[in-house]
């Protein structure tokens, strides 16, 4: 599987991003998915994360703002992200592996398939 994410950009702060990520090869609907992003000199954070069954997870930081989804037929992950702050400025990367029923953040934490990543930028 292979990731290319886009849809990052420049907002102003409470406003709106849809990231999306298309992965190509076999098999999306068996892995589970996430985003993770990082700030230069900062260590990679896991922002949200679906399940192969649609189960997701959200850090504590993007609760009840950030919204994490996949469309199968498409072979597309998407994060929107809504009321964004500044400290959500950070690279945002796309990131693949097969969990086998394990806590998604940690499985992917330590994945091989990332994209490329987007650059998302809050200003105040």
């Known amino acids: 599987v292979q990731l290319k994410e886009s849809g990052g950009g420049s907002v102003q702060t409470s406003g709106s991003l849809r990231l999306s990520c298309a992965a190509s090869?076999?098999?999306?609907?068996?892995?589970?998915m996430g985003w993770f992003r990082q700030v230069p000199g900062q260590e990679r954070e896991g922002v949200a994360t679906?399940?192969?069954?649609?189960?997701?997870a959200y850090a504590d930081s993007v609760k009840g703002r950030f919204n994490i989804s996949r469309d199968n037929a498409k072979d597309t992950l998407y994060l929107q992200m809504n009321n964004l702050k500044p400290e959500d400025t950070a690279m945002y990367y796309c990131?693949?592996?097969?969990?086998?029923?394990?806590?998604?953040?940690?499985?992917?934490?330590?994945?091989?398939?990332w994209g490329q990543g987007t650059q998302v930028t809050v200003s105040s």
């Open positions: 679906i399940d192969a069954d649609g189960t997701t």
């Open positions: 990131v693949a592996d097969q969990c086998w029923g394990l806590a998604a953040m940690q499985v992917l934490a330590i994945s091989h398939l």
């Open positions: 090869g076999e098999g999306f609907s068996r892995y589970c």
